[in-house]
Nanobody
C-alpha cells in the first residue's frame, strides 16, 4: 500500500502562482511514477503532469510552459509549481502514484494509488 498526502491548494487570483506538494509513504518501489490530475465540477478527471523515478516528465498541453513538476526521490515527494494561473485551472487536484514501465502514463487507470485531493480556485 502507498499513502499520498497533498498540500498547498488554495484561492489565488488569475495570473498568480501556487505550489502543490505530495508526500508518498508506504511500500513504494524504485521504478515509480508520480503524477498530478485534476477534476473540475461536471468534468472528467484529466492528466496534468507526471514525473518518473528517472526524472522523465510529461505535461498536458493546457499547462505546458506554465506548470512545472519536480520530485525528490529520497523524500518520495513530488511538487507542482503552477504559474500564470487561469480561472480554467480551477479544480480539485489529485496526486497519484504508479509504476513506470516506459513513458509517463497519462491515463488515470495507469495509477494505482491516489491522494484525497486539494482544491485550487483561481478567481478572475
Amino acid at each position: 500500500q502507498v499513502q499520498l498526502v497533498e498540500s498547498g491548494g488554495g484561492l489565488v487570483q488569475a495570473g498568480g502562482s501556487l505550489r502543490l506538494s505530495c508526500a508518498a509513504s508506504g511500500r513504494t518501489l524504485t521504478t515509480y511514477v508520480m503524477g498530478w490530475f485534476r477534476q473540475a465540477p461536471g468534468k472528467e478527471r484529466e492528466f496534468v503532469a507526471g514525473i518518473g523515478w528517472n526524472s522523465r516528465t510529461d505535461y498536458a498541453d493546457s499547462v505546458k510552459g506554465r506548470f512545472t513538476i519536480s520530485g525528490d526521490n529520497a523524500k518520495k515527494m513530488v511538487y507542482l509549481q503552477m504559474n500564470s494561473l487561469k480561472p480554467e485551472d480551477t479544480a480539485v487536484y489529485f496526486c497519484a502514484f504508479g509504476f513506470l514501465l516506459g513513458s509517463v502514463p497519462t491515463r488515470s487507470r495507469d495509477y494505482a494509488y491516489w491522494g484525497q485531493g486539494t482544491q485550487v480556485t483561481v478567481s478572475s
